[in-house]
């Protein structure tokens, strides 16, 4: 393809009508470099780079924006100037060495490197010097204020300047020619003479008022002059969208345009525009990594397609071509990797009302998507117009669900204060980034600016990507895709370098029909940190599993790895494994149950409370059998609280109890947040408060009186087999709870000496928090129950069961019948 068909794709991507003899319509849409600001290249990044252009309402604000820009103009113009000048700069003494006995180029590779330059320097230095005379009176104006408001005569005639630079165009044509033999020459006596080689390294140029020495490579300014001719359609085109149609330079600027059109049709489709950039070091550019994001900008979500080159981050969006054409991307922005900073993080939760129109967009598509596959079987695999309509609608509804559910933000900073905001579907694929982006910034590649309608283009065939993750996209039911319930019970983890408070992300790939991540609590400061949480993921298409482990501190993910699903090895059974995530092991259990998948609910997920809420219902709901409520008390009183004098007996201040309560109830993330750092005893009241709630105690009521009994045995040894007899019949919630806070209570004793809490003044602490009598013996027409002898009963049962030397470990999950790897 030729440049000149190049620069064409660039302007109908833009949405510019282009003439078939070359020439560009006269009325021009709007948005020609909108969001897309960095179509000027620079190696340092300094270059003032063509704002965003937005349409002007009145002609007052068009010759505004208009003198705004050829400011602009004037300040490129200037940039350029200097780079040609530092490129020629070491031509009189090449001319002079080719003349001795040890010339560094000899005089014909000196005119075919230099060829045309200081011609380009003469042409463009007129044009700068003409055109900041006719600016002369508008330079000095106060900056922030429109110009407008500080100038009368903004009527400024520019037209028969860029007229008579583009008449000028010829020149480039040369340079375009040799271009090919210019850098062919460079990079071998850049590879074969030291003395050349420190002069095409080491070019420097002044650069500010701080009088700062940028540096170049001859030949990242050798590609200057080629880089630059192919925008000058683009400046012209901006420039005449601010001009007024009854403005004198309006014909004469579509003149100039249609003759840097005309140029650009009759360049050589084999010019060296299209031929990769030699980096610093030698590498060729290339394409590391790419992949689908959405990025934030003006309070809207676009999709875009990422590539990662060796020196630089791309970001281009794909539009659908003509009839009859093939899809092309359209350029929106790049950044050099050099000094690229990074930050991301979680979303915040949606609205109430965004979180009600994703959950009614998931139902749409679940049924979009069984409607579109019921008339491709009716067609027997052919598209229908009924099946395309259709799949039309499944795209649209599902690339609005990609773009707006919540993700993962990364925040992208280049040192010259630009910046942009993508969002990543998921935590590992933002890891996966965010590792690549670290590996190229660590090899410290110069950043040569680019051709970017050669290199947008050359997208299509480069990119590793192929397709979206979109039900349209794939209507078979495929045989190896996952369709049911996966579950993955995350036992431990060791590995870790220091005591730390950390949690396991599981992800699944597939279709975004149903959420595709779930996580654990957050475990205790620990260097073998246990959850036994189980979690539960519907999957439709899924293939891959990904495991990450994080600390506390959200900036912080220590270990990532992939688990290829295999549906036959965890149909059935459990399977268990000890993966190794680098450092780190964790070890899980996880099971796939295929079944036909239920239409997703149209009401978005609630956080259920936890307080005054039966406790088999909390459990049931966070698929454990010990609350994480109480789990989370236990391990920070176990971790900081074992040697606090009076602990459980000393009450933690009222309102911070009812503040953590509040977080519980409300936001578990941040309850956790809240407990690592308040008070210790606010840790012990917040869990004898959430157990003294309890609507049923954790033993139930039914046992108060069998538990008396027990009590009143006088042999030592029938009392202990008949309360564990007893217990063992507890529902399985409360038995497991009850035995995870009386082995905590244990080891609480352990540290008598020193907390003053015996185990009778633990079971003093917690019988009437742990056991109430049955209501019917509060009723009047029951016997009349002695309060003294009623807390009594609570106070013994816990203190026998506190002294019984082997009681039964709890469990926090279902037992499984697993099947280990090998």
């Not at 117009?385 to 990364?410: G, N, Q, V, Y």
């Not at 139930?700 to 538990?707: D, G, H, N, S, V």
């Not at 399985?732 to 009850?738: A, E, F, Q, S």
């Not at 080891?747 to 003053?756: G, S, Y």
Request: proline share 6%; aromatic share 8%.
């Amino acid at each position: 393809m030729e440049v000149f068909e190049e620069a064409l794709q660039y302007l109908i991507s833009s949405g510019i009508p282009v003439e078939e003899n070359g020439a560009v319509d006269s009325e021009f849409p709007p948005d020609v470099f909108g969001d897309e600001t960095d179509w000027l290249p620079s190696i340092t990044e300094e270059v003032a780079a063509f704002p965003d252009t937005p349409i002007c309402k009145s002609p007052e604000e068009m010759l505004d924006r208009r003198l705004q820009l050829l400011k602009e103009i004037l300040i490129s113009e200037e940039t350029y100037l200097n780079e040609l000048k530092i490129l020629i700069m070491p031509l009189k003494a090449l001319r002079a060495s080719a003349s001795t006995s040890q010339p560094v180029l000899s005089i014909e590779q000196v005119q075919t490197v230099f060829y045309q330059l200081p011609e380009l320097l003469d042409i463009h230095t007129e044009f700068h010097s003409s055109l900041r005379a006719k600016l002369e009176l508008y330079l000095d104006l106060e900056p922030g204020l429109p110009l407008i408001q500080q100038h009368e005569n903004l009527d400024l005639s520019v037209g028969d300047l860029f007229i008579k630079f583009v008449s000028q165009l010829g020149v480039y044509r040369g340079f375009i020619d040799n271009y090919e033999n210019a850098v062919e020459i460079v990079k071998k006596c850049t590879q074969s003479d030291p003395r050349f080689r420190t002069i095409a390294q080491s070019m420097k140029s002044t650069k500010g008022s701080d009088n700062s020495r940028a540096m170049y490579t001859f030949e990242a300014l050798l590609y200057k002059p080629l880089d630059r001719v192919t925008k000058t359609t683009l400046v012209l085109h901006d420039l005449l969208k601010h001009t007024p149609a009854d403005h004198h330079d309006s014909v004469v600027l579509q003149e100039a345009l249609r003759v840097s059109s005309s140029f650009l049709s009759g360049v050589n489709e084999g010019s060296q525009c299209k031929t990769s950039v030699t980096l610093s070091r030698g590498e060729r550019r290339q394409l590391v990594r790419d992949g689908f994001v959405v990025e934030v900008f003006d309070g809207g979500r676009s999709l875009r397609h990422l590539f990662l080159y060796t020196d630089l981050l791309l970001c281009v969006k794909l539009k659908c071509g003509a009839m009859g054409k093939q899809p092309y991307y359209r350029f929106c922005w790049y950044m050099p990797i050099a000094g690229l900073r990074m930050n991301w993080a979680a979303e915040q939760e949606a609205s109430a009302e965004l979180q009600l129109k994703i959950s009614n967009m998931r139902l749409k598509v679940f049924h979009l998507r069984r409607e579109f596959w019921k008339c491709m079987k009716e067609k027997k695999g052919s598209v229908s117009r009924a099946a395309d309509r259709c799949r039309r609608k499944l795209e649209a509804c599902e690339i609005w669900l990609l773009t707006h559910k919540p993700s993962f933000i990364l925040e992208l900073h280049s040192p010259s204060s630009k910046s942009h905001t993508i969002h990543l579907h998921s935590l590992y694929e933002l890891d996966e980034w965010r590792e690549a982006i670290n590996n190229r910034k660590a090899e410290e590649v110069e950043t040569v600016p680019p051709d970017l309608l050669s290199l947008t283009n050359s997208c299509v065939k480069l990119r590793m990507t192929q397709q979206l993750p979109l039900c349209c996209l794939k209507p078979d039911n495929e045989e190896n895709n996952m369709c049911g319930s996966v579950c993955v019970i995350v036992h431990s983890a060791c590995g870790l370098q220091q005591p730390v408070s950390v949690y396991v992300c599981v992800e699944v790939d597939g279709f975004e029909i149903f959420e595709r991540r779930a996580q654990t609590c957050l475990s205790s400061y620990s260097l073998m940190p246990q959850w036994d949480q189980e979690l539960l993921l519907k999957v439709d298409g899924a293939q891959h599993l990904y495991l990450l482990c994080l600390s506390q501190s959200e900036e912080n993910i220590l270990a990532r790895t992939m688990i290829q699903l295999n549906p036959a090895d965890m149909l059935k059974k459990w399977k268990k494994m000890n993966v190794n995530l680098g450092s780190i092991e964790v070890t899980l259990s996880i099971k796939y149950s295929p079944h036909p998948l239920e239409p997703p609910s149209s009401a978005p997920l609630q956080h259920q409370p936890v307080f005054c809420v039966l406790i088999g219902d909390v459990a049931r709901q966070e698929r454990v059998l010990v609350p994480h409520i109480v789990r989370a008390c236990v391990d920070e009183v176990e971790r900081r609280g074992l040697e606090e004098e009076g602990i459980y007996r000393i009450s933690g201040a009222s309102n911070e109890i009812q503040a953590l309560k509040q977080a519980f109830n409300t936001n578990y993330w941040e309850a956790m947040s809240k407990v690592r750092n308040v008070d210790v005893n606010v840790v012990s009241g917040t869990l004898k408060l959430y157990l003294r709630e309890l609507p049923e105690p954790l033993i139930p009521a039914a046992y108060f009186q069998r538990l008396s009994k027990a009590m009143d045995l006088t042999d030592p040894n029938l009392r202990e087999s008949t309360m564990l007899s007893e217990l063992h019949s507890f529902p399985d919630v409360n038995r497991n709870t009850l035995l995870f806070l009386l082995h905590h209570l244990k080891r609480v004793a352990v540290k008598e000496e020193l907390n003053k809490m015996s185990l009778s003044n633990l079971a003093t602490v917690f019988g009437p928090t742990l056991m109430r009598p049955p209501a019917a013996t509060l009723d009047q027409c029951a016997p009349p129950v002695d309060i003294s002898q009623e807390v009594e009963v609570q106070v013994h049962v816990i203190y026998l069961y506190l002294q019984i030397p082997k009681l039964p470990e709890a469990l926090t999950t279902q037992p499984l019948d697993t099947e280990e790897d090998p």
